[in-house]
């Protein structure tokens, strides 16, 4: 099946990958969506978006990119708003205005209890709780992550056709079987939330640790996003890549 990548960045920069032509398909960064898989050809059109901030729905709204899908399926890594903030009126608009449910997929039964919160009718959107949710040929399999301590979180490996990536979400830490499976070679890029600051309150991955854990033969497969300010330089003379210059120079 044809597979297509958008990708626009919600408050900070995010990325995605469509692991065989990367951003070849990438929209203008108009402050959208994390990222947004579009698999299909005319007949049969579905796409799969990580995460809902708040100020997605409104953006994928505007660009009409809503009308151009039959399947919608929303992979939730963690429950802040700048992560599920639109999730409600994404649901609304494509039940009631559109006629169609999208899936939402998450490890826990708490996206259920948030939405019902929010007024959320269980009929108006399919619910898949899962660690491990296959597609159209691609797996998205649910790696619990440390950002939040009130909160469980996940990243996920993506796998399409053999080859996989890994995304962070929100996290402070890299797990082992990540970092080993990228070492290893069977993870080939990494999109880690990545911040320049060192605290007590650990939230993202400080880049002083990533470049300790990462050789540098292998740091242009690492992708740094989510930052709260700019250090591009820095990280680029580390040998890793800034995710959104990345998506400039493919575009």
Not at 12 to 41: I, M, N, S
Not at 79 to 92: F, P
Not at 108 to 119: A, C, K, N, P
């Amino acid at each position: 099946m044809e597979k297509k990548l958008f990708y626009a960045p919600v408050e900070h920069p995010r990325c995605g990958d469509d692991l065989e032509h990367p951003w070849k398909y990438a929209v203008p960064a108009y402050r959208a969506a994390p990222h947004v898989w579009q698999v299909g050809g005319q007949d049969d059109v579905c796409a799969y978006l990580l995460d809902c901030g708040e100020l997605v729905f409104h953006q994928l709204y505007e660009r009409g990119m809503l009308t151009r899908y039959d399947r919608i399926y929303s992979i939730i890594t963690h429950l802040h708003a700048d992560h599920v903030g639109s999730l409600g009126s994404l649901i609304s608009y494509t039940y009631f205005v559109l006629g169609k449910k999208i899936r939402v997929i998450h490890p826990e039964e708490s996206v259920r209890q948030l939405l019902d919160l929010t007024g959320i009718d269980r009929n108006a959107y399919y619910f898949e709780q899962c660690t491990r949710y296959e597609s159209d040929g691609i797996v998205f399999e649910a790696v619990p992550v440390r950002h939040a301590e009130d909160m469980n979180c996940y990243g996920y490996i993506i796998e399409d056709g053999g080859r996989r990536i890994y995304y962070s979400g929100d996290s402070y830490e890299i797990p082992e079987r990540v970092i080993n499976g990228f070492l290893e070679r069977r993870i080939e890029k990494i999109y880690q939330d990545t911040t320049n600051k060192v605290s007590s309150h650990r939230s993202h991955f400080p880049l002083s640790e990533l470049k300790e854990l990462i050789p540098e033969e292998l740091r242009a497969q690492v992708f740094c996003m989510h930052f709260g300010c700019d250090f591009s330089a820095e990280i680029e003379q580390l040998g890793f890549n800034n995710a959104e210059k990345y998506l400039a120079q493919q575009r």
